[in-house]
């Protein structure tokens, strides 16, 4: 776990213009999908971070999760709409886990 979510965010941002500077398509081709992610402004930008937030935490990226945190702070998320956002990561984890393991006891089963 990070101890200071600041410096880490800023070192993430720092890294990321560090690549993008030796690898410019690569850095332009990330830009162009967080671009399209965004288009027709269907969703607003705090709806975006906190889902983006709450993938972070199903992704266990964890610059994801400093970047977009401090992201939803900058678009006006509250904390209740972020424990609302992570409590849907964890009951979407929890999910997954159960229809897993349902797939691990069938394949238990079926090799018995």
């Not at 800023?10 to 500077?21: A, D, E, N, R, T």
């Not at 967080?34 to 266990?60: H, P, Q, S, W, Y």
Request: with cysteine; hydrophobic share 50%.
């Amino acid at each position: 776990m990070f101890a200071d979510w600041k410096n880490d965010v800023s070192h993430v941002k720092k890294s990321f213009g560090q690549l993008g500077q030796k690898y410019p398509k690569m850095l332009q081709a990330y830009g162009a999908l967080n671009a399209a992610a965004a288009e027709g402004d269907v969703l607003d930008a705090k709806t975006r971070e906190l889902i983006a937030l709450a993938v972070a935490v199903t992704t266990r990226c964890e610059s994801c999760i400093g970047v977009h945190a401090a992201e939803a702070i900058k678009v006006g998320a509250s904390e209740e709409e972020v424990a609302a956002a992570l409590a849907t990561a964890i009951a979407l984890n929890a999910g997954a886990a159960y229809t897993y393991s349902l797939r691990a006891l069938e394949a238990f089963n079926e090799q018995k």
